[in-house]
């Protein structure tokens, strides 16, 4: 009876889990690098399959004001985040990576809100872009997170699926 006890306990705890499922892609801190797969889906957008894989690399991460990234604009949600990152794709397709719209911020207090802005840091390439094999970009993303810390997570190409991949940030 304890081994059924043990099964439901885990079937119970495991969907409720705030940290990323086996399904969900790689957390990544500063100065780490995480490689997630891109997928495709036919004509219906349907029946999705694995085209290639990027990896991510997370070169910074710094809390920001609207002065230093020239904006008159105050973040929405609390803190201007510059994320740095280097895009690579690793795998034997193009793949493509697209950030607006797709990276949420949230904490233990808070649920996922939408993070990506429209503020242009000026430093860098645009990380938004197709990668052909073997090439990369680095690049910095302005993002509006509710606090310090927490964590940013990247919406898979796969509608209902776990992220593509999660950064946890620093606390400052």
Do not use: C
């Not at 940290?19 to 957390?27: E, F």
């Not at 008159?72 to 794709?89: A, D, H, M, Y």
């Not at 233990?108 to 860098?124: D, H, I, K, P, R």
């Amino acid at each position: 009876m304890a081994a059924t006890e043990s099964a439901d306990e885990a079937a119970v705890e495991k969907p409720v889990e705030p940290s990323p499922s086996a399904s969900a892609g790689p957390v990544i801190k500063v100065g780490e690098s995480g490689a997630y797969d891109v997928y495709d889906t036919d004509e219906y957008g349907e029946n999705p399959k694995v085209v290639t894989q990027l990896e991510v690399t997370v070169k910074s991460a710094e809390y920001v004001t609207p002065a230093q990234i020239s904006t008159s604009n105050e973040p929405e949600n609390g803190q201007f985040l510059r994320l740095t990152i280097t895009v690579k794709n690793v795998g034997k397709a193009p793949g493509e990576f697209s950030s607006y719209g797709m990276m949420t911020w949230e904490d233990a207090n808070t649920a996922a809100q939408e993070a990506t802005t429209l503020e242009s840091v000026g430093e860098g390439q645009d990380v938004d872009t197709t990668y052909k094999p073997g090439q990369s970009v680095t690049g910095s993303l302005i993002l509006d997170v509710g606090a310090k810390g927490g964590t940013l997570s990247y919406a898979s190409s796969i509608v209902d699926e776990a992220p593509a991949f999660t950064i946890e940030l620093p606390k400052a």
